[in-house]
């Protein structure tokens, strides 16, 4: 275990196990890119966004430019699978910046890669189906007040596929952003403020402010509902496990990943530097969530390694409505999972918020 904890910057291209008894444990870490693919690719890429697709399939986007854009599957636990520059290999046309995140539709396996100016969709087999451009901002006789979007996030609503791209404005902070959410075939629907995002089964909408200093949540025709996280900045990357309504954003100001309710409860924390306990995570970025497994992955830009984290069993939720109170996996209830009705108590059960 010792020799492939310690070579594991050299050479792991496949994960390095570590045990933990804790709920969120730390399971074991890879390289985003080896040394041989950094020979053959002839740069050093960093992970700007990670995915699940079927299976236990984790897809990652390399960034740093058009000629450092890789995109790339990995196994659960980090074999090496496909791998191509969209650009080049199949059709699409990135911008010169490269790729800014990417997400899947499940079950199809579409990818859909987002990058400075647009969305490009890929089919499982990566075939390019489809692209479209992110619009501008108005016209504005105010040439001061007009800042141009800088794409910064892409999520698949589960339940419609519909695809939502969150933006920050080039200039200013917090609101000033956009929001649009395409069908899946590109067409737009409507769009609101915003940044980086994430969509739950259920449709509501995550939104990294644009300053990383909370997290704001929407339904999905648009409508604000509670702000998250008010804090001093660092948030980065955002993912949601809807089985479990567990909301996860990674902060690079406090090296860490905090744990939430979806309805605004602190929940933990995963890989606070220096805790003894798990890994010291220098800058951790993008984050993706196994919906079946419950399995996180995060990408750290100090290391250039993809992290897993055992996020607990999924259980089935065995009682519902009025018995909520005295269901055995409070973490399943829907209604323990509503802030107004339901929270889990020091017993571990459901218990009614005064």
């Known amino acids: 275990m010792a020799k492939c904890l310690l070579a594991a910057a050299a050479s792991c291209t496949a994960l390095c196990p570590r045990p933990s ?39 990652e986007a390399l960034g740093g430019g058009i000629q450092q854009s890789i995109l790339r599957s990995f196994g659960a636990n980090g074999t090496r699978g496909a791998a191509w520059r969209a ?55 105010d040439v001061n ?47 609101w403020g915003g940044g980086k995002v994430a969509v739950d089964g259920a449709g509501y909408i995550y939104v990294v402010d644009r300053d990383g200093s909370g997290i704001l949540k929407y339904s999905s025709s648009g409508a604000k ?43 933990g924390t995963l890989g606070k530097a220096g805790n003894g306990a798990e890994p010291e995570i220098g800058m951790p970025t993008t984050i993706a969530v196994d919906e079946a497994t419950g399995k996180v992955y995060v990408a750290d ?10 996020n607990g069993p999924v259980p089935p939720c065995t009682d519902s409505g009025t018995n909520c109170e005295l269901c055995e996996t409070p973490t399943a209830c829907a209604q323990c999972k509503d802030m107004a009705a339901y929270e889990v108590g020091p017993s571990g059960r459901c218990q009614h918020v005064p």
């Open 21 to 59: 008894s804790s709920i969120y444990a730390f399971e074991g870490y890879w390289l985003q890119q080896s040394d041989a693919e950094m020979v053959r690719d002839e740069v050093q890429g960093a992970a700007v966004g990670l995915a699940m697709g079927p299976g236990t399939t984790l897809w």
């Open 87 to 141: 650009t080049a290999d199949y059709g699409g046309s990135l911008a010169s910046a490269g790729p800014v995140d990417l997400a899947v539709d499940l079950p199809s396996g579409t990818l859909f890669v987002l990058d400075a100016t647009s969305v490009q969709a890929y089919s499982a087999n990566r075939s390019l189906l489809t692209q479209w451009d992110i619009p501008g901002p108005p016209p504005s006789d």
């Open 145 to 191: 007040i007009v800042s141009p979007y800088v794409p910064t996030g892409i999520a698949v609503d589960p339940s419609t596929g519909n695809v939502v791209v969150g933006c920050y404005a080039a200039y200013g902070y917090g609101s000033l952003g956009q929001l649009f959410k395409f069908s899946p075939d590109g067409s737009l629907m409507c769009h």
């Open 225 to 267: 509902l509670l702000r998250m996280n008010q804090g001093s900045g660092g948030l980065r990357g955002i993912a949601v496990h809807s089985q479990l309504g567990r909301l996860f954003a990674t902060n690079s100001a406090t090296s860490e990943v905090q744990v939430f309710a979806t309805s605004n409860k602190l929940l």
């Open 301 to 310: 830009a100090a290391t250039y390694y993809v992290l897993r984290f055992n």
